[in-house]
């Protein structure tokens, strides 16, 4: 690879990992498994697309808001068509009526088929998770600038985020993060 094919490949992979985190904020699932490869691995038993949306559905159901922050990320390409990654994350997660802060770390690997970066696996490690002393959730709206504390308008913007919820069987979540 020359150094421009180094420095995209660089990029288009960095761009696999914060789609993700948008992708799952916002409860995109199409988006999400469109990051993987269609032939990717989700248990012993299933691969492909398809079992990797009903597993992220169900993970993400008992889940309310999510917000994933993506920090460091080492690349290292083995060929023109695959590479290896460790992402840091920071994560703020609803479970139910807690809130909780996670560090994360992705194992990744990646792989070019017809010229567009996937993730060929993603394995997700935990350093900690931890409650918070304040749950956000049922805050008042805030009101910028009279106000720059309370609930915002995210995660409920997103048709995604709203439609995932919308027929979800888990309890009542509008998408609103006021409870």
């Known amino acids: 690879m020359d150094d421009v094919q180094r420095l995209l490949a660089y990029e288009h992979i960095r761009q696999l990992a914060a789609r993700y985190a948008l992708a799952l904020d916002s409860r995109d699932l199409d988006a999400l498994c469109a990051l993987f490869v269609p ?3 989700v ?3 299933e691969s492909g697309r398809a ?7 169900a993970q993400l159901a008992p889940l309310g808001v999510s917000i994933l922050n993506v920090g460091t990320h080492v690349i290292d390409l083995s060929d023109a068509d695959h590479a290896t990654g460790h992402v840091y994350c ?3 997660i609803q479970e139910g009526p807690r809130w909780l802060h996670q560090a994360i770390l992705y194992r990744d690997v990646y ?3 017809d010229g567009t970066w996937y993730f060929a696996r993603r394995r997700h490690d935990l350093w900690y998770g931890a409650n918070v002393g304040a749950n956000p959730v049922g805050l008042p709206p805030a009101n910028w600038p009279e106000r720059s504390y309370g609930s915002g308008t995210v995660p409920a913007i997103w048709d995604t985020w709203r439609e995932f919820h919308r027929s979800s069987d888990e309890g009542d979540r509008s998408g609103s993060v006021r409870g």
């Open 39 to 41: 032939d990717v691995r």
């Open 90 to 92: 920071k994560a703020e």
């Open 43 to 45: 248990s012993r038993q």
């Open 111 to 113: 792989e070019r088929r």
């Open 51 to 57: 079992a990797l949306r009903a597993s992220f559905a």
